[in-house]
């Protein structure tokens, strides 16, 4: 099973941009699909970004849409989350994702959380106003 470690996380001001970044190992890196999710305090997780193997398909919610990008390096076996113009709500601890079986699916369901099958240990990410 692939491990995660995100990093990259801290204190910024509204306005600011900040790159998150998630270091996997063990597994194939390169065949998992791989997405971001957080979850601020007192609320659901929710889906952020996500790309497929090969970083031809993107994906963003409309919260973020036109600020954060998602990219990877399956050289490197990363996948970086680069955030700009942050705001306040943005603030949140921040998980990294695999999604390793039924690739077929990912087009579709990409959102989801509980298609993924593993998860790092989250990084936190606060905006002040």
């Known amino acids: 099973q692939v491990q995660l470690v995100e990093s990259g996380g801290g204190l910024v001001q509204a306005g600011d941009s900040l790159r998150l970044s998630c270091a996997a190992s063990?597994?194939?890196?390169?065949?998992?699909?791989m997405g971001w999710f957080r979850r601020a305090p007192g609320k659901e997780r929710e889906f952020v970004a996500a790309?497929?193997?090969?970083?031809?398909?993107?994906y963003y919610a409309d919260s973020v849409k036109g600020r954060f990008t998602i990219s990877r390096d399956n050289t490197k076996s990363t996948v970086d989350l680069q955030m700009k113009s942050l705001k306040p709500e943005d603030t949140a601890v921040y998980y990294c994702?695999?999604?390793?079986?039924?690739?077929?699916?990912?087009?579709?369901?990409?959102?989801?959380?509980?298609?993924?099958?593993?998860w790092g240990q989250g990084t936190q990410v606060t905006v002040s106003s």
């Open positions: 994702a695999a999604w390793t079986k039924s690739f077929a699916r990912f087009s579709g369901s990409y959102y989801r959380s509980y298609e993924y099958d593993s």
């Open positions: 063990g597994g194939t890196f390169s065949m998992y699909h």
């Open positions: 790309l497929n193997w090969d970083s031809a398909l993107t």
